[in-house]
């Protein structure tokens, strides 16, 4: 693993680089797409640059990790709305081309795993991490060789994310998402963790051993990946390489 740290800021800019670089090479590259409070700055970043024109998605395709059970993309808190409210609509991707699960149609969820294959397979896949190591929403204890899957979300799971809906009543208690295998299928991966409240985190799955119990541990084992994380994520990181 490859671990830089840097001001929040410089994450995000540094992060956007390594966008420019794949779909400079690769215009046609594969992005897999992650949600939650972590990206919004590197998407704002990616905007950006794409309005400078330096960079074009307009041949790339993606593929999210994952969605809410029973939320429809038009619900303002699915990832879909997430993301098209956030990146989709404002850079020169093909409507077509963006990819999140169906949280509505959950009859075979891994045909998604099917419909990645069928595209070329992620060339690089953005993650950030819950604070109990979840990596999509792979919760602890998810085996490692899952593929898209249907999963009950932790309590606290639902906690945290309660700050996005009106009450937790209002969280789904399930959601779809990629499986640990099919992040790992991807060929290079970004993991970006900001904020003192995933130091701890960011020690275990840096830091610890390899273990379901952490299942952004995994990561550990994959050929290419790059951790991007502020002064306060890194924190407690013995080594700060
Ligand atoms: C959610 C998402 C994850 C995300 C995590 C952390 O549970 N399913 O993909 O990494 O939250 O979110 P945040 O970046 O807001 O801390």
Do not use: C
């Not at 640059?49 to 790339?60: H, M, P, R, T, Y």
């Not at 932790?154 to 779809?176: G, K, L, M, Y």
């Not at 051993?209 to 790059?226: N, R």
Request: aromatic letters at 8%; a negative charge; proline letters at 5%.
């Amino acid at each position: 693993m490859k671990i830089i740290i840097d001001t929040t800021e410089n994450v995000a800019k540094r992060a956007a680089q390594l966008y420019v670089d794949l779909l400079s090479r690769n215009p046609q590259a594969v992005l897999g797409g992650a949600t939650g409070s972590t990206p919004i700055p590197l998407y704002k970043e990616l905007v950006k640059l794409n309005k400078e024109g330096v960079i074009s998605f307009k041949d790339a395709k993606s593929f999210n990790l994952d969605e809410y059970v029973g939320l429809e993309g038009t619900h303002d808190q699915s990832y879909r709305y997430f993301m098209n409210d956030n990146l989709f609509n404002h850079i020169d991707i093909k409507m077509e081309n963006t990819h999140v699960p169906s949280g509505i149609d959950i009859s075979e969820p891994e045909k998604y795993d099917s419909e990645i294959e069928a595209a070329g397979g992620i060339d690089m896949q953005l993650l950030g991490i819950g604070v109990d190591g979840h990596i999509g929403f792979n919760e602890p204890g998810t085996p490692w060789d899952s593929l898209t899957h249907v999963v009950e979300l932790e309590q606290n799971t639902r906690e945290v994310n309660a700050r996005f809906f009106n009450s937790i009543d209002e969280v789904p208690t399930h959601a779809v998402t990629m499986g640990i295998k099919t992040v790992m299928n991807a060929r290079s991966i970004i993991l970006i963790a900001t904020g003192s409240s995933k130091a701890e985190i960011v020690k275990k799955f840096i830091e610890g051993p390899v273990t379901t119990e952490v299942p952004a541990s995994i990561l550990q084992l994959h050929p290419f990946v790059t951790v991007f994380l502020d002064h306060e994520a890194a924190a407690l990181l013995e080594k700060k390489a």
